[in-house]
């Protein structure tokens, strides 16, 4: 099972600034399959981010996602109220594994 | 529209059964590999089991596995989740999601249905 670790746990920046999150994973990631999620108190996730660095339908350009084998990254350029939640990343390369979660909140 | 609606969850004592149900619209079902994936009460989110277009493959997260069977029904556009010898930890909201073309990435997700185990 690749275990997936993101950090920071909480993120606290006010809106307009930029953040980064990170999940490092514990072997390397087949063919980048990486992807991110979104998820607000009492919502589903929302997909962000697939192939590490590919936005799915509809996500807006101030995401993205870079990195490869065991390191990536999900960018938020400038954070709007609505971006204020909980980030997930998830492997797909064997069996799906999620890492804890990163919460960004309104600092 | 993609949709997805889940439904069965409820209170069910340790060691029960209970069945949850995903009906699908908006895209063509049979198409698709479909998953469940849950999360605990204040918790991060956990696969939980996927099924190919045709029903030929299903995989489980290990913590799952002879407890719990995935099945669908193309014809209904239905999945299903049978959950059997449940336990206090399998307490979680339960989403169906789909998988897109891309791989075990879930781009769709239903609202989710609460499954609570406990005496």
């Known amino acids: 099972e690749i275990v997936l670790t993101q950090s920071p746990g909480t993120l606290s920046l006010s809106p307009g600034e930029r953040a980064t999150l990170s999940c490092r994973a514990s072997?390397?990631?087949?063919?980048?399959?990486l992807a991110w999620y979104q998820q607000k108190p009492g919502q589903a996730p929302r997909l962000l981010i697939y192939?590490?660095?590919s936005r799915a339908t509809g996500i807006p350009d101030r995401f993205s996602g870079s990195g490869s084998g065991t390191d990536f990254t999900l960018t938020i350029s400038r954070l709007e109220p609505e971006d204020f939640a909980v980030y997930y990343c998830q492997q797909y390369g064997s069996s799906p594994t999620f890492g804890q979660g990163t919460k960004v909140e309104i600092k | 529209e993609v949709q997805l609606v889940e439904s069965g969850g409820g209170l069910v004592q340790p060691g029960g059964s209970l069945r949850l149900s995903c009906a699908a619209s908006g895209f063509t079902f049979s198409s698709y590999w479909m998953s469940w994936v849950r999360q605990a009460p204040g918790k991060g989110l956990e696969w939980v089991a996927n099924?190919?277009?045709?029903?030929?493959?299903?995989y489980y997260v290990d913590s799952v596995k002879g407890r719990f069977t995935i099945s669908r029904d193309n014809a209904k556009n239905s999945l299903d989740l049978q959950m059997n010898s449940l336990r206090a930890e399998d307490t979680a909201v339960y989403y169906c999601a789909r998988s897109s073309k891309a791989g075990w990435v879930f781009d769709y997700w239903g609202q989710g249905t609460l499954v609570t185990v406990s005496s």
């Open positions: 072997q390397s990631v087949s063919s980048s399959y």
């Open positions: 192939g590490a660095s």
């Open positions: 099924i190919k277009q045709d029903g030929s493959d299903k």
